[in-house]
């Protein structure tokens, strides 16, 4: 079965930190870069988060823009992507916003996960048990059985460095910020892991888009770079 076309979407400092320190969601992006993304989220069939940036940034994952909720109708699709939590735990507040919208809802999860998130969520959310672990590409074939071609993973830092390790993400969306976080203990975009190729192995640049001060790359992971 052919897996979903997965693009990593990230936000980060120049100095490759995704949040500061605080417990108050730092922003790094402009309105021109969220305009961006949320082009990109009309374009998915999915869009995926981890359980830790649901718990911190409470988010709607909805598509903003009037205009293209319409487009994606007249298209035969919901009005929003399908939205998709992965927990191992299945710690998980039924009160948290990404649960109350008539947008479809998945949680992956573990079997001993899939018992604590099922009852608490109830009937907020579809819950897929993956068994003992979660393998993400498990997940993906699971997701493309039920129809999902363009997947958005929006983070965090642990399930990007997942999929990257696992080989399996097509693009990287990189919106890089003018400015520096310089904390040790914010997070940053990839958790050390052993990648496929290394430090030697050197991405596909596609794109640079200046959207105010803020440049956004694409990277292709899977396309060798001519220089490489």
């Known amino acids: ?3 979903p076309y997965v693009l990593l979407s990230v936000a980060v400092s120049a100095d490759g930190y995704i949040d500061d320190a605080s417990s108050q969601r730092f922003p790094l992006s402009n309105e021109a870069d969220f305009d961006h993304v949320d082009q990109v989220r009309a374009e998915s069939d999915a869009i995926l988060l981890g359980a830790g940036t ?8 909805l598509v903003r823009s009037d205009r293209r909720c319409c487009a994606r109708v007249a ?6 992507p399908l939205k998709v939590t992965v927990t191992g735990t299945g710690d998980l507040d039924p009160s948290l916003r990404i649960w109350h919208d008539r947008a479809d809802k998945l949680v992956y999860t573990t079997s001993a996960g899939s018992r604590v ?7 907020l959310a579809e819950v897929v048990d993956l068994g003992t672990e979660v393998v993400f590409g498990e997940l993906l074939e699971d997701l493309a059985s039920r129809g999902v071609e363009r997947l958005m993973v929006e983070g965090g830092g642990q399930i990007h460095t997942e999929f990257l390790r696992a080989g399996l993400a097509d693009e990287v969306r990189m919106a890089i910020a003018p400015l520096l976080i310089g904390q040790a203990a914010a997070p940053r975009f990839l958790n050390p892991a052993d990648f496929p190729g290394g430090p030697e192995r ?3 640049l596609e794109e640079v888009t200046r959207l105010g001060d803020v440049a956004v790359l694409r990277y292709f992971p899977k396309t060798t770079s001519a220089s490489g």
């Open 202 to 204: 050197r991405f596909h």
């Open 117 to 123: 998130v099922s009852a608490r969520l109830g009937g």
């Open 54 to 61: 649901v718990r911190r940034d409470d988010p709607r994952l």
């Open 75 to 80: 298209r035969g699709l919901p009005e929003h």
């Open 1 to 3: 079965m052919t897996r």
